[in-house]
């Protein structure tokens, strides 16, 4: 069984267009996030959702809009994309409390390809 | 600003020849410490936890230790799939459970 799962695996698209990736978890988490890993492998959080509820938000550009429609699902998508956008996203999920809520796991990955 | 910073960016060695790779971090108030290894085209994948100075973790190989401002993963006569980027990350008191990553030290272990 998968624990945390993304879709698309590859995407490559155009600039100007708009595209979504898909996570889900099945491992009963309550906090799901979405991480950039840009071309350096550097890999950092945009988002972080809890029980539904955005609770983290970090700079990045409007375009960007995730969407929690229950606890195990997490979609991001991309208004307008350009170049800069290319990266893998990760999402990643986690416990809500406790010593364990830090330790984070991840999906495989989305890497997007924008020409 | 907080920062982590892993040495080297990448290391060599040859099939059972151990070694250790370096996290330091310069944050204020540190909650926890972690390790993740990272596969090629694959996410990354949970390996320990480190909450206090002088805590040591260990699986397998590998050897996770902890000081007040840094922490080294110990590689005990590493093979060759052991080979892979390995990610350290903090956690700091203020906040929710957002991580912040280094830039990973990519190992690659010869036969």
């Known amino acids: 069984d998968t624990a945390v799962s993304q879709t698309p695996k590859y995407l490559v698209t155009q600039m100007g267009n708009d595209k979504s990736i898909k996570c889900e978890q099945n491992?009963?988490?309550?906090?799901m996030y979405w991480y950039k890993q840009d071309s350096k492998k550097f890999l950092k959080i945009m988002f972080s959702?809890?029980?539904?509820?955005?609770?983290i938000n970090e700079t990045v550009p409007n375009r960007f809009s995730p969407k929690s429609p229950d606890k195990a699902h997490l979609n991001l998508h991309i208004n307008s994309l350009e170049l800069g956008d290319s990266a893998v996203y990760f999402c990643?999920?986690?416990?809500?409390?406790?010593?364990?809520?830090?330790?984070?796991?991840f999906g495989p990955g989305t890497r997007l390809t924008v020409t | 600003e907080d920062q982590v910073t892993q040495s080297p960016e990448a290391l060599r060695l040859q099939e059972g020849e151990s070694s250790s790779l370096n996290c330091s971090y310069t944050?204020?108030?540190?909650?926890?410490l972690f390790w993740y290894r990272q596969d090629p085209g694959k996410g990354p994948e949970f390996l320990f936890t480190?909450?206090?100075a002088g805590e040591e973790k260990e699986k397998e190989r590998l050897k996770a230790t902890l000081t007040k401002k840094e922490s080294f993963l110990h590689i005990t006569a590493p093979k060759p799939e052991d080979s892979a980027t390995y990610l350290c990350?903090?956690?700091?008191?203020?906040?929710?459970?957002?991580?912040?990553f280094g830039k990973g030290t990519m190992l690659l272990v010869s036969p």
């Open positions: 491992l009963g988490h309550d906090t």
């Open positions: 480190l909450y206090s």
């Open positions: 944050v204020s108030g540190l909650r926890g």
């Open positions: 959702y809890n029980n539904k509820e955005l609770i």
């Open positions: 990350a903090v956690a700091l008191n203020s906040g929710y459970s957002t991580l912040t």
């Open positions: 990643a999920s986690s416990r809500l409390a406790g010593v364990r809520s830090y330790e984070q796991y």
